[in-house]
């Protein structure tokens, strides 16, 4: 049955443009051609990856971080509850007003104070300042490196200059090895993007993310096994170009430079809205659904790779849509507002608001002793020495 299967996924028909055969594919000693089983390197260089990015971030990230002056806040540790934890990892981290009530009856508590150990709790899981600096230090590395060797690798190659040439002798295009090594860096990297995702720092498109690391493995692996190389690296190189901006930009944010960060945000917002909205769709989508046709009829492949190139156009429209929104706010109120993908902190707003609360309800019992009394304590302590009286609305001083 797994040699059916096998049999039935390698059909030429499916990845071969019509009148192509796996036969007319076949490698010589001066010819190479992408072979399928090369992909499975990707696994074991991806936690090569994995293990840099562990050293890097411990010997270079951490220690920059406390010499740029990041520091993590410090927050408030919710007290050790039995009851409220097993509920906490098993049921919700964020219990309705219902449950609330039920669990203070549980604890004996006040439902406020159980309200304020979830906030709390929920904090504690929330990254470090430090942890998401060292993970934006990692990709800003990362996309610089993965740009310019894109940039090298293809600078003197005709297809990024004239975009009918990704199609010339298509399929048997030969496969250089600087293509073979730029594939592999881009594929291993979004291998360990996958392998590290339940310890990085969790986004509000944190499912937008599955579905793009997805779509980009499964567009990077289709269009290597049918020899979509040269379409692939335009994909390639224009995403890493506006991510050389993104990454810095969260960095001089978490170090609170903030008119280094809005300057950078601003170039940013320029180059994702110009590489993924106009250039993108000309150079990849327009190029592989219509030029490509110049040279073969559509077959299955043809198909697939454009559904998945369609894929993350959607998301590039998804993500343009929030970065137009900081941009408004940005010129209406001068300054970047937090990253919308963020999951921010509870405990600035609501701790603080509890502690209003708690100054005025105090406030409210003080002025009514006050008055009871008749006369006004300046700090709760001494009397005044020149009494006041109230006369119709004024201090009138005696």
């Not at 549980?106 to 990254?127: G, Y």
């Not at 659904?289 to 043809?302: T, V, W």
Request: charged share 25%; proline share 5%.
């Amino acid at each position: 049955m797994a040699r059916s299967l096998y049999e039935w996924l390698w059909q030429h028909e499916f990845w071969l443009p019509p009148g192509i055969t796996w036969e007319d594919m076949q490698e010589s000693e001066d010819t190479h051609y992408p072979q399928p089983r090369d992909l499975l390197l990707s696994i074991p260089f991806a936690l090569i990856l994995v293990v840099i990015r562990c050293a890097f971030e411990r010997a270079i990230a951490l220690p920059l971080s406390t010499k740029l002056g990041v520091r993590d806040k410090q927050r408030p540790k919710a007290q050790p509850n039995p009851v409220l934890e097993a509920f906490y990892s098993t049921r919700c981290k964020n219990p309705e007003e219902g449950e609330l009530l039920s669990l203070a009856k549980q604890c004996d508590l006040p439902a406020r104070k159980v309200e304020k150990w979830f906030r709390r709790r929920r904090n504690m899981d929330r990254p470090s300042l430090s942890k998401k600096f060292s993970e934006a230090c990692w990709r800003f590395t990362f996309y610089i490196v993965s740009f310019f060797t894109g940039l090298a690798v293809l600078y003197d190659k005709p297809w990024l200059w004239d975009h009918r040439e990704c199609w010339t002798g298509y399929p048997q295009q030969p496969l250089q090895p600087s293509l073979f090594w730029y594939y592999m860096l881009e594929l291993s990297f979004y291998w360990s993007l996958v392998f590290t995702l339940p310890f990085d720092v969790k986004r509000k498109d944190f499912k937008e993310q599955i579905v793009h690391h997805a779509a980009t493995i499964f567009l990077i692996s289709f269009s290597y096994c049918a020899n979509y190389i040269r379409i692939g690296t335009l994909v390639m190189v224009i995403h890493d170009a506006s991510d050389c901006f993104l990454e810095p930009t969260k960095i001089f944010n978490y170090m609170k430079w903030k008119k280094t960060c809005d300057s950078l945000f601003m170039i940013f917002s320029a180059v994702f809205l110009i590489s993924r909205l106009v250039i993108y769709p000309y150079t990849v989508l327009y190029n592989t659904y219509y030029y490509s046709m110049e040279i073969f009829q559509p077959f299955f492949g043809y198909y697939f790779v454009n559904v998945l190139l369609i894929i993350l156009q959607l998301l590039h429209v998804f993500w343009s849509c929030l970065i137009i929104h900081m941009v408004y706010k940005f010129i209406l109120q001068g300054t970047m507002e937090k990253d919308m993908r963020s999951d921010t902190e509870e405990s600035d707003k609501d701790e603080e608001r509890d502690k209003i609360r708690e100054k005025e309800k105090n406030g409210i019992t003080y002025f009514s002793n006050v008055t009871s009394n008749g006369y006004i304590q300046r700090n709760g302590s001494e009397p005044l020495n020149n009494r006041a009286h109230l006369a119709n609305g004024h201090a009138k001083e005696r």
